[in-house]
Protein backbone atom coordinates (compact mmCIF):
# COMPACT_ATOMS: atom_id res chain seq x y z
CA UNK A 1 0.00 0.00 0.00
CA UNK A 2 1.28 3.29 -0.81
CA UNK A 3 0.41 5.51 1.94
CA UNK A 4 -0.63 4.48 5.37
CA UNK A 5 -3.60 4.81 7.11
CA UNK A 6 -1.99 8.06 9.17
CA UNK A 7 -0.42 9.63 5.91
CA UNK A 8 -3.89 9.48 4.23
CA UNK A 9 -5.41 11.09 7.32
CA UNK A 10 -3.05 13.59 7.21
CA UNK A 11 -3.84 14.21 3.62
CA UNK A 12 -7.44 14.24 4.18
CA UNK A 13 -6.76 17.14 6.95
CA UNK A 14 -4.76 19.07 4.66
CA UNK A 15 -7.35 19.35 2.25
CA UNK A 16 -10.13 20.19 4.52
CA UNK A 17 -8.40 23.18 5.76
CA UNK A 18 -9.19 25.89 2.89
CA UNK A 19 -8.10 29.46 2.67
CA UNK A 20 -8.81 32.13 0.83
CA UNK A 21 -5.99 34.05 -1.18
CA UNK A 22 -5.56 36.71 -3.48
CA UNK A 23 -2.27 34.64 -5.63
CA UNK A 24 -3.26 32.99 -8.59
CA UNK A 25 -4.85 29.58 -8.63
CA UNK A 26 -5.48 26.32 -10.87
CA UNK A 27 -8.84 24.71 -10.89
CA UNK A 28 -7.46 21.49 -12.40
CA UNK A 29 -4.30 21.41 -10.12
CA UNK A 30 -6.24 22.05 -6.86
CA UNK A 31 -7.99 18.96 -7.29
CA UNK A 32 -4.44 17.25 -7.49
CA UNK A 33 -3.36 19.27 -4.03
CA UNK A 34 -2.53 16.56 -1.43
CA UNK A 35 -3.41 13.37 -3.16
CA UNK A 36 -1.25 10.51 -3.72
CA UNK A 37 -1.32 8.64 -7.35
CA UNK A 38 0.20 5.49 -6.70
CA UNK A 39 2.96 4.87 -9.46
CA UNK A 40 4.42 1.20 -9.38
CA UNK A 41 3.80 -1.46 -6.85
CA UNK A 42 5.07 0.90 -3.88
CA UNK A 43 5.15 4.42 -4.85
CA UNK A 44 3.46 7.76 -5.41
CA UNK A 45 3.54 11.02 -6.67
CA UNK A 46 1.52 13.82 -4.95
CA UNK A 47 1.61 17.64 -5.64
CA UNK A 48 2.61 19.45 -2.15
CA UNK A 49 2.58 23.05 -3.28
CA UNK A 50 2.32 25.10 -6.89
CA UNK A 51 2.61 28.91 -8.59
CA UNK A 52 1.46 30.14 -10.95
CA UNK A 53 -1.33 29.23 -14.20
CA UNK A 54 -1.51 29.31 -17.68
CA UNK A 55 -2.19 33.13 -17.47
CA UNK A 56 0.80 34.02 -15.63
CA UNK A 57 2.62 32.44 -18.06
CA UNK A 58 1.29 35.14 -20.72
CA UNK A 59 1.41 37.68 -17.88
CA UNK A 60 5.49 37.26 -18.04
CA UNK A 61 5.55 37.23 -21.18
CA UNK A 62 4.06 40.49 -22.16
CA UNK A 63 5.44 42.02 -18.92
CA UNK A 64 1.93 43.28 -17.67
CA UNK A 65 0.17 43.82 -14.56
CA UNK A 66 -3.85 42.34 -14.17
CA UNK A 67 -5.59 40.74 -16.40
CA UNK A 68 -5.47 43.31 -19.24
CA UNK A 69 -8.01 42.71 -22.17
CA UNK A 70 -6.25 39.60 -23.94
CA UNK A 71 -8.70 36.92 -24.51
CA UNK A 72 -8.02 33.41 -23.31
CA UNK A 73 -7.54 33.00 -27.07
CA UNK A 74 -4.70 35.34 -27.59
CA UNK A 75 -3.24 33.96 -24.47
CA UNK A 76 -3.48 30.11 -25.81
CA UNK A 77 -1.75 31.87 -29.35
CA UNK A 78 0.73 33.78 -27.53
CA UNK A 79 1.77 30.17 -25.41
CA UNK A 80 2.08 28.16 -28.62
CA UNK A 81 4.24 30.50 -30.03
CA UNK A 82 6.58 30.85 -27.14
CA UNK A 83 6.63 26.96 -27.27
CA UNK A 84 7.28 27.17 -31.04
CA UNK A 85 9.72 29.50 -30.64
CA UNK A 86 11.58 28.24 -27.98
CA UNK A 87 11.16 31.01 -25.71
CA UNK A 88 11.59 29.59 -21.78
CA UNK A 89 11.58 32.29 -19.45
CA UNK A 90 8.10 32.61 -19.09
CA UNK A 91 7.42 29.55 -18.48
CA UNK A 92 9.76 29.28 -15.74
CA UNK A 93 7.12 31.61 -13.73
CA UNK A 94 5.58 28.60 -12.53
CA UNK A 95 6.90 26.58 -10.26
CA UNK A 96 5.21 22.87 -8.67
CA UNK A 97 6.54 21.17 -5.60
CA UNK A 98 6.06 17.24 -5.92
CA UNK A 99 6.40 14.58 -3.32
CA UNK A 100 7.60 11.34 -5.02
CA UNK A 101 8.11 7.84 -3.69
CA UNK A 102 10.29 5.97 -5.97
CA UNK A 103 12.98 3.31 -6.25
CA UNK A 104 16.57 4.26 -5.79
CA UNK A 105 17.74 3.05 -8.53
CA UNK A 106 14.84 5.34 -10.17
CA UNK A 107 16.02 8.35 -8.45
CA UNK A 108 19.53 7.97 -9.52
CA UNK A 109 18.25 8.64 -13.34
CA UNK A 110 16.09 11.12 -11.46
CA UNK A 111 18.56 13.18 -10.60
CA UNK A 112 20.43 13.56 -13.63
CA UNK A 113 17.82 16.26 -14.15
CA UNK A 114 20.00 18.95 -12.77
CA UNK A 115 17.46 21.96 -12.21
CA UNK A 116 15.69 21.16 -9.68
CA UNK A 117 15.69 21.62 -6.13
CA UNK A 118 15.44 18.37 -4.17
CA UNK A 119 15.60 16.99 0.16
CA UNK A 120 15.40 13.29 -0.02
CA UNK A 121 14.58 10.99 3.17
CA UNK A 122 18.07 10.68 4.63
CA UNK A 123 18.62 6.87 5.58
CA UNK A 124 21.82 8.45 8.07
CA UNK A 125 18.64 9.08 10.73
CA UNK A 126 15.71 6.93 9.30
CA UNK A 127 15.63 3.49 9.09
CA UNK A 128 14.40 2.81 5.07
CA UNK A 129 10.86 0.74 5.27
CA UNK A 130 10.69 -2.93 3.89
CA UNK A 131 9.44 -2.14 0.47
CA UNK A 132 11.48 -3.37 -2.66
CA UNK A 133 10.50 -2.49 -6.48
CA UNK A 134 9.37 -6.23 -7.93
CA UNK A 135 8.44 -5.66 -11.31
CA UNK A 136 5.42 -7.78 -12.72
CA UNK A 137 5.50 -10.19 -14.81
CA UNK A 138 4.87 -8.06 -17.94
CA UNK A 139 7.80 -6.24 -17.66
CA UNK A 140 10.49 -8.42 -17.04
CA UNK A 141 12.71 -7.80 -20.43
CA UNK A 142 15.72 -9.38 -21.96
CA UNK A 143 18.13 -7.27 -23.22
CA UNK A 144 18.00 -5.59 -26.36
CA UNK A 145 19.90 -6.25 -29.00
CA UNK A 146 19.70 -3.16 -31.15
CA UNK A 147 19.61 -0.67 -27.97
CA UNK A 148 22.57 -1.05 -25.47
CA UNK A 149 20.28 0.80 -22.87
CA UNK A 150 17.07 -0.48 -23.64
CA UNK A 151 14.97 -4.14 -23.26
CA UNK A 152 13.94 -6.83 -25.66
CA UNK A 153 11.37 -9.15 -25.65
CA UNK A 154 9.72 -10.15 -22.18
CA UNK A 155 10.98 -13.49 -20.35
CA UNK A 156 8.63 -16.10 -20.02
CA UNK A 157 8.39 -19.81 -18.13
CA UNK A 158 11.01 -20.78 -15.97
CA UNK A 159 13.39 -17.74 -16.77
CA UNK A 160 10.84 -15.21 -15.75
CA UNK A 161 10.35 -17.03 -12.75
CA UNK A 162 13.37 -17.55 -11.60
CA UNK A 163 14.43 -13.95 -11.86
CA UNK A 164 11.30 -12.68 -10.48
CA UNK A 165 12.26 -14.98 -7.11
CA UNK A 166 15.83 -13.82 -7.28
CA UNK A 167 15.02 -10.30 -7.12
CA UNK A 168 12.27 -11.37 -4.27
CA UNK A 169 14.36 -13.61 -1.80
CA UNK A 170 17.71 -11.51 -2.21
CA UNK A 171 15.53 -7.75 -1.90
CA UNK A 172 14.48 -9.79 1.99
CA UNK A 173 17.71 -11.35 2.74
CA UNK A 174 19.60 -7.61 1.96
CA UNK A 175 16.68 -5.98 4.65
CA UNK A 176 17.34 -8.74 7.16
CA UNK A 177 20.62 -8.44 7.11
CA UNK A 178 20.26 -4.44 7.18
CA UNK A 179 17.69 -5.03 10.17
CA UNK A 180 20.27 -7.05 12.19
CA UNK A 181 23.42 -4.85 11.65
CA UNK A 182 21.51 -1.67 12.82
CA UNK A 183 19.96 -3.70 15.97
CA UNK A 184 20.80 -3.49 19.49
CA UNK A 185 19.81 -7.11 20.11
CA UNK A 186 22.12 -9.27 18.69
CA UNK A 187 21.89 -12.80 16.95
CA UNK A 188 21.33 -14.84 20.60
CA UNK A 189 19.89 -12.45 22.50
CA UNK A 190 22.71 -10.30 24.02
CA UNK A 191 22.98 -6.89 23.72
CA UNK A 192 25.44 -5.30 20.87
CA UNK A 193 26.05 -1.53 19.52
CA UNK A 194 24.39 -2.06 16.03
CA UNK A 195 26.26 -0.29 13.24
CA UNK A 196 25.35 3.17 12.48
CA UNK A 197 22.66 3.41 9.81
CA UNK A 198 24.61 5.79 7.15
CA UNK A 199 26.88 2.57 7.13
CA UNK A 200 24.38 -0.38 7.46
CA UNK A 201 22.33 1.68 4.43
CA UNK A 202 25.31 0.55 1.68
CA UNK A 203 23.65 -3.16 1.92
CA UNK A 204 20.46 -2.06 0.17
CA UNK A 205 19.90 -2.97 -2.78
CA UNK A 206 18.61 -0.45 -5.55
CA UNK A 207 15.49 -1.50 -5.62
CA UNK A 208 14.34 0.01 -2.20
CA UNK A 209 12.03 2.84 -2.37
CA UNK A 210 13.10 6.36 -1.20
CA UNK A 211 11.30 9.66 -1.05
CA UNK A 212 12.05 13.13 -1.92
CA UNK A 213 10.51 16.78 -2.05
CA UNK A 214 10.95 17.84 -5.75
CA UNK A 215 10.60 21.58 -6.79
CA UNK A 216 10.72 22.47 -10.09
CA UNK A 217 9.96 25.24 -12.79
CA UNK A 218 7.95 24.79 -15.50
CA UNK A 219 10.13 25.44 -18.28
CA UNK A 220 12.94 22.33 -16.65
CA UNK A 221 9.77 20.21 -15.75
CA UNK A 222 8.70 20.28 -19.72
CA UNK A 223 11.98 19.22 -20.40
CA UNK A 224 12.13 16.18 -17.97
CA UNK A 225 8.86 15.14 -19.33
CA UNK A 226 10.13 15.38 -23.19
CA UNK A 227 12.65 12.99 -22.17
CA UNK A 228 10.89 10.57 -19.39
CA UNK A 229 7.42 10.36 -20.88
CA UNK A 230 9.08 9.23 -23.94
CA UNK A 231 8.26 5.66 -25.35
CA UNK A 232 12.01 5.22 -25.02
CA UNK A 233 12.40 6.11 -21.68
CA UNK A 234 12.62 3.43 -19.27
CA UNK A 235 9.03 2.05 -18.14
CA UNK A 236 10.06 2.66 -14.56
CA UNK A 237 10.33 6.21 -14.62
CA UNK A 238 7.77 6.29 -17.46
CA UNK A 239 5.14 5.70 -15.66
CA UNK A 240 5.99 8.50 -13.02
CA UNK A 241 6.17 11.19 -15.61
CA UNK A 242 2.88 9.84 -17.15
CA UNK A 243 1.30 10.71 -14.34
CA UNK A 244 3.03 14.04 -13.96
CA UNK A 245 2.04 14.84 -17.36
CA UNK A 246 -1.67 14.07 -16.13
CA UNK A 247 -1.23 16.77 -13.38
CA UNK A 248 0.48 19.08 -15.25
CA UNK A 249 -2.80 18.91 -18.03
CA UNK A 250 -4.79 20.08 -15.44
CA UNK A 251 -2.66 22.70 -14.22
CA UNK A 252 -1.63 24.78 -17.32
CA UNK A 253 -3.57 23.03 -20.05
CA UNK A 254 -3.19 25.98 -22.50
CA UNK A 255 0.85 25.64 -21.99
CA UNK A 256 0.56 21.48 -21.73
CA UNK A 257 -1.43 21.26 -24.95
CA UNK A 258 1.50 23.51 -26.52
CA UNK A 259 4.21 20.81 -24.83
CA UNK A 260 2.72 17.83 -26.03
CA UNK A 261 2.19 19.18 -29.81
CA UNK A 262 5.44 20.67 -30.48
CA UNK A 263 7.27 18.80 -27.94
CA UNK A 264 6.24 15.39 -27.45
CA UNK A 265 4.40 14.78 -30.49
CA UNK A 266 6.68 16.90 -32.37
CA UNK A 267 10.16 16.27 -33.92
CA UNK A 268 13.05 18.35 -34.38
CA UNK A 269 15.82 17.95 -37.58
CA UNK A 270 18.90 18.38 -39.00
CA UNK A 271 19.25 20.75 -41.61
CA UNK A 272 20.47 17.32 -43.71
CA UNK A 273 17.38 16.18 -42.86
CA UNK A 274 15.13 18.81 -43.98
CA UNK A 275 17.03 19.23 -47.24
CA UNK A 276 16.06 15.73 -47.76
CA UNK A 277 12.38 16.64 -46.96
CA UNK A 278 12.67 18.92 -49.95
CA UNK A 279 13.91 16.90 -51.85
CA UNK A 280 11.44 14.29 -51.59
CA UNK A 281 8.49 16.82 -52.18
CA UNK A 282 10.23 17.85 -55.12
CA UNK A 283 9.80 14.05 -56.60
CA UNK A 284 13.38 12.91 -55.97
CA UNK A 285 14.43 9.53 -54.45
CA UNK A 286 16.33 10.24 -51.26
CA UNK A 287 18.20 7.07 -50.13
CA UNK A 288 20.77 6.82 -47.05
CA UNK A 289 23.37 6.72 -49.43
CA UNK A 290 22.73 10.54 -51.07
CA UNK A 291 21.45 11.79 -47.85
CA UNK A 292 24.46 13.08 -46.42
CA UNK A 293 23.58 10.94 -43.10
CA UNK A 294 24.66 8.31 -41.03
CA UNK A 295 23.10 5.36 -41.07
CA UNK A 296 21.80 5.59 -37.50
CA UNK A 297 20.80 9.16 -38.69
CA UNK A 298 19.24 7.15 -41.42
CA UNK A 299 17.13 5.38 -39.74
CA UNK A 300 15.90 8.32 -36.79
CA UNK A 301 15.42 10.18 -39.95
CA UNK A 302 13.04 7.61 -41.53
CA UNK A 303 11.46 6.89 -37.98
CA UNK A 304 10.17 10.47 -37.66
CA UNK A 305 8.66 10.50 -41.22
CA UNK A 306 7.22 7.12 -41.49
Same mark, same amino acid.
Not at 28 to 47: N, S, T, W
Not at 117 to 146: G, K
Not at 167 to 184: C, F, G, Q, T, V
Given at each position: ????????????????????? *???????????????????????????????? =???????????????????????????????????????????????????? %???????????????????????????????????????????????? %?????????? *????????????????????? =??????????????????????????????????????????????????????????????????????????????????????????????????? =???????????????????????
Amino acid at each position: MPLSPEQQAEIEEQRSQAAPT *LRAVSPGMEQHLYKAQPVLDHGFVRVIDYMGD =DAAICQAARVSYGKGTKSVQNDEGLIRYLMRHWHSTPFEMCEIKLHVKLPVF %VARQWIRHRTANVNEYSARYSILDREFYIPAPEHINAQSVVNNQGRGG %VLEGAEAARV *LEILKSDSNRAYDNYESMISE =DGPDGEKQDGLARELARMNLPANVYTQWYWKVDLHNLFHFLRLRADSHAQYEIRVYADAICAMVADWVPAAYGAFEDYRLGGATMSGKALECVRRMLKG =DEVTQETSGMSKGEWREFMGVIG
